[in-house]
């Protein structure tokens, strides 16, 4: 009897210390015990996955992983008021492309006024000429798409300057021209535009900004004579 309960006793034992060995194994996690993988298909071909670019150093980047960079070209002319007389202006820019989404560049831009009349017995006019230019950044919402929006914005400086026109009358060259006031300014300009893809290298767009500058002197100008809404037009060629 004695001899049963011994044996009895160390069957215990070792089923105790069978237990104890697979809760130690799966405290510690053997991954190849938890999850058998199923063997191999050898007829069906695996497709390798794309590698992932990393980036060792964590920083992000304005041109982000693709890197892509375009540029254009652009010309434009618009339609404003200066000093409350009807104004028509011209320029161009030239800007580098980031990630389609974003360009960055320099813009200038010229424009006149329409001669007034001073004195219809002298035959004396008078109009306003100058332009301005400077650094320009332009997001672009949705650029892939045919017709998109984007929202450039000029930082720079110009001049302006009030010229009488003696003997003003057609042909012009019998004008003489004297420049009675010129002075220097800083702008600000955002504008929104909408934007079309006519072709893969030629954008067509419709847009509308608003001008904002130092003040000029009372004496010789009104004091923002150039501040207010612009309307126009641009063609823009490059790779975008």
Same mark, same amino acid.
């Given at each position: ?40 298909d050898t007829n069906i071909r695996s497709t390798p996955k794309p590698e992932k670019q990393y980036n060792p150093d964590g920083i992000q980047t304005l041109t $982000? ?6 540029? /254009?070209?652009? &010309?434009?002319?618009?339609? *404003? ?5 009807? !104004? ?20 200038g831009k010229g424009f006149f006024t329409e001669p007034y009349e001073v004195s219809n017995i002298t035959h004396t006019s008078r109009n306003y000429t100058g332009?301005?230019? $400077? ?6 919402? /949705?650029?892939? &798409?045919?017709?998109?929006? *984007? ?5 720079? !400086? ?16 019998y004008t003489d021209v004297y420049v009675e006031n010129a002075e220097a300014y800083l702008i600000f300009e955002p504008a929104v535009e909408l934007e079309m ?44």
């Amino acid at each position: 009897m004695k001899n049963i309960s011994v044996l009895c006793l160390f069957i215990a034992l070792c089923f105790s210390v069978s237990a104890y060995s697979q809760d130690t194994l799966r405290l510690f996690g053997h991954k190849e015990n938890q999850n058998p993988k199923p063997p191999a298909d050898t007829n069906i071909r695996s497709t390798p996955k794309p590698e992932k670019q990393y980036n060792p150093d964590g920083i992000q980047t304005l041109t $982000g992983p693709g890197h892509n960079v375009g540029f /254009y070209f652009g &010309f434009h002319s618009e339609y *404003s008021q200066i000093a409350g007389y009807d !104004a028509f202006g011209a320029g161009g820019t030239f800007a580098m492309i980031i990630n389609h989404g974003l360009a960055i560049g320099f813009s200038g831009k010229g424009f006149f006024t329409e001669p007034y009349e001073v004195s219809n017995i002298t035959h004396t006019s008078r109009n306003y000429t100058g332009g301005y230019g $400077g650094f320009l950044i332009e997001p672009i919402i /949705y650029p892939k &798409f045919p017709v998109h929006v *984007s929202f450039p914005i000029l930082i720079g !400086a110009g001049g302006i300057a009030k010229s009488t026109l003696v003997n003003y009358n057609y042909p012009y060259d019998y004008t003489d021209v004297y420049v009675e006031n010129a002075e220097a300014y800083l702008i600000f300009e955002p504008a929104v535009e909408l934007e079309m893809n006519v072709t893969r290298w030629m954008r067509l767009g419709l847009g509308a900004s608003y001008r904002l500058t130092t003040s000029l002197e009372p004496s010789a100008f009104d004091t923002n004579p150039l501040n207010g809404f612009t309307g126009g037009f641009s063609f823009k060629f490059g790779k975008f």
